[in-house]
């Protein structure tokens, strides 16, 4: 059972930067893809970015495609997004993911929510105008 926790949530005005954190434990020699996704009340989660274990690959989604960047330690079990130049419409709950895992391949990635089955609590970043 894979246990996951983000931090590094706030208050930015826009234009600002935040870096989110994830700490994963529990991991018993798989390897994970790893994902960031978001929600505002009302809405589905959506898809921000995801990295494969290797962390070779990444995805974004294309409104945060250039501002923001994704990355793992997979020595460490922890995941990364940093957050530039941000817009007051980046404001939602923030959830870290991973998927399943596999005893071999470290080069699988995946962007959609239904691939996912660990999630952390979420942390709350609120983009002010």
């Known amino acids: 059972q894979v246990q996951l926790v983000e931090s590094g949530g706030g208050l930015v005005q826009a234009g600002g930067s935040l870096r989110l954190s994830c700490v994963g434990s529990?991991?018993?020699?798989?390897?994970?893809?790893m994902g960031w996704f978001r929600q505002v009340p009302g809405k589905e989660r959506e898809f921000v970015a995801a990295?494969?274990?290797?962390?070779?690959?990444?995805a974004y989604a294309d409104s945060v495609k250039g501002r923001f960047t994704i990355s793992l330690d997979n020595a460490k079990f922890m995941l990364y997004l940093q957050m530039n130049s941000l817009k007051p419409e980046d404001t939602a709950v923030y959830y870290c993911?991973?998927?399943?895992?596999?005893?071999?391949?470290?080069?699988?990635?995946?962007?959609?929510?239904?691939?996912?089955?660990?999630w952390g609590q979420g942390t709350q970043v609120t983009v002010s105008s």
């Open positions: 529990g991991r018993t020699f798989r390897r994970h893809a």
């Open positions: 993911a991973a998927e399943k895992g596999a005893l071999g391949s470290a080069s699988r990635i995946a962007t959609t929510k239904n691939e996912y089955v660990y």
């Open positions: 990295i494969n274990w290797s962390a070779i690959s990444t």
